[in-house]
């Protein structure tokens, strides 16, 4: 099964870029969709961008369109999110997870989760 690891997470001023990086230990994340979560304190994980088997992307929270792309590179069997133009309401712990094909929104329907990076943008 899949092993994810997410990294790249740290303090940024407001208007600051981060590169997060979920890193899988298998050959390869050619049938894997692969969505970046995010859980501000005292609030729900919520879906944030997915990328499906591919190469095809949704976004699912508006404060982050424009600011966030997500992209894939099989090969080194990892995923990134670019997070540029960053925001104090950014702050959080950023998670990737996945799930066989394509995008679903829902953290449910995902099967395997990284432990988290934690994002925290200061003003």
């Known amino acids: 099964q899949l092993q994810l690891v997410e990294s790249g997470g740290g303090l940024v001023q407001p208007g600051g870029s981060l590169r997060l990086s979920c890193v899988d230990s298998?050959?390869?994340?050619?049938?894997?969709?692969i969505g970046w979560f995010r859980q501000a304190p005292g609030k729900e994980r919520e879906g944030v961008l997915c990328i499906n088997s591919s190469g095809g992307r949704t976004n699912y929270a508006d404060s982050v369109k424009g600011r966030f792309t997500i992209s894939r590179d099989n090969a080194n069997r990892t995923v990134y999110l670019q997070m540029n133009d960053l925001k104090p309401e950014d702050t959080g712990v950023y998670y990737c997870?996945?799930?066989?094909?394509?995008?679903?929104?829902?953290?449910?329907?995902?099967?395997?989760w990284g432990q988290g990076t934690q994002v925290t943008v200061s003003s």
């Open positions: 298998g050959f390869t994340l050619d049938y894997f969709a």
């Open positions: 997870a996945a799930r066989r094909g394509y995008c679903l929104e829902y953290e449910s329907q995902y099967g395997a």
